[in-house]
């Protein structure tokens, strides 16, 4: 489910909540909350391992090149 920010008009707090879009629209439909547009929260950042797959996943695509020696879609990861 989305966060949305949501701003009770009677006090001006504004929360963020987890809400479905229906609950969000019943909120605001009910006159006594609005929604604040916000950007959204994008995920991002770096892993520990700086992008290295896996042995476990390289050894899983070592043994489907051997059983499929003229496929090309696993060269690139191994």
């Known amino acids: 489910m989305p ?3 949501m701003t009770n008009k009677s006090t001006k707090k504004s929360e963020d ?3 479905s879009y229906d609950k969000m ?16 929260s994008i995920i991002g950042g ?3 391992d700086s992008g290295k ?4 996943f390289k050894d ?3 043994e489907m090149k051997k ?3 003229l496929g090309k879609g696993a060269d690139h990861l191994i």
Request: no cysteine.
């Open 67 to 69: 059983k499929h020696p």
């Open 17 to 19: 909540m987890l809400l």
């Open 3 to 5: 966060t949305y920010t």
């Open 46 to 48: 770096t892993s520990n």
């Open 25 to 40: 629209k019943e909120m605001v439909d009910s006159g006594k909350w609005d929604r604040e547009i916000t950007a959204p």
């Open 53 to 56: 797959l896996p042995e476990g």
């Open 60 to 62: 899983t695509m070592r």
